[in-house]
């Protein structure tokens, strides 16, 4: 049950794109369709924004969107808002009805 | 709208035990898997347990399992983590969470916090 691997920060000026990757292993993440990403303002809890790799909820702007090749799934922020300044973790299945997080991407709009 | 409203969470001693509690309301909730996610202060998410829709099956992170114990009772829509032996390292906001699909959590309680400390 490790923990995904998330890169600590990330950062973007309003309007461009930013990615955000999560590394695991064959075990979770190249192994499952179940990855899902998560948004979390400080003081706040988590909200769902990506599930089942590349789904959106409703509600979420499509401004994200989700990816995955091989061990590695990416969080992708389209257009910079000022309000997508979080901090954002991703999840994955890891059998055994078990699942695990990334140590999550403090991602700043500059 | 899927409300949920955890309680019991406070301070307790080092070996000492805490039972949380999460009320649920807003949707069936016999017909879902349910989990408890822990945040240590500063630090990321963690998977503590999950339980299955009618609480036959329950599943727990190996630094909990033989510690906590996840249940629930589908007739009060109520969700429960008995935490045993906790030590500091369970020092947490523990958050209440409706899974959707395997894995995936689509609504949280606002959490509650557990401090182990003498």
């Known amino acids: 049950q490790s923990a995904l691997t998330q890169p600590p920060s990330a950062s973007g000026s309003p309007g461009q794109s930013v990615t955000i990757s999560c590394t695991g292993t064959s075990s979770d993440v190249g192994g499952s369709d179940f990855v899902s990403w998560y948004q979390q303002h400080p003081g706040k809890a988590p909200k769902l924004m990506i599930y089942?790799?590349?789904k959106r909820p409703s509600g979420v702007p499509d401004r994200f969107s989700g990816s995955k090749s091989g061990n590695t799934a990416s969080l992708t922020v389209s257009g910079l808002q000022a309000e997508d300044e979080a901090d954002y973790y991703c999840?994955?299945?890891?059998?055994?009805?078990?699942?695990?997080f990334g140590g999550g991407t403090k991602l700043t709009v500059l | 709208e899927v409300l949920l409203v955890e309680s019991g969470g406070g301070l307790v001693q080092p070996g000492g035990s805490l039972r949380l509690s999460c009320a649920a309301s807003g949707f069936a909730f016999s017909d879902y898997w349910m989990s408890w996610v822990r945040q240590a202060p500063g630090k990321g998410l963690e998977w503590v347990a999950n339980?299955?829709?009618?609480?036959?099956?329950?599943f727990y992170v190996d630094s909990v399992r033989g510690r906590f114990t996840i249940s629930r009772d589908n007739a009060q829509s109520s969700l429960f983590l008995q935490m045993n032996s906790l030590g500091a390292e369970d020092t947490a906001v523990y958050y209440c969470a409706r899974d959707s699909t395997a894995a995936t959590t689509s609504h949280w309680g606002q959490g509650t916090l557990v401090t182990v400390s003498s």
């Open positions: 999840s994955s299945y890891a059998g055994s009805k078990e699942r695990v």
């Open positions: 089942e790799v590349t």
């Open positions: 339980i299955k829709q009618d609480g036959s099956a329950t």
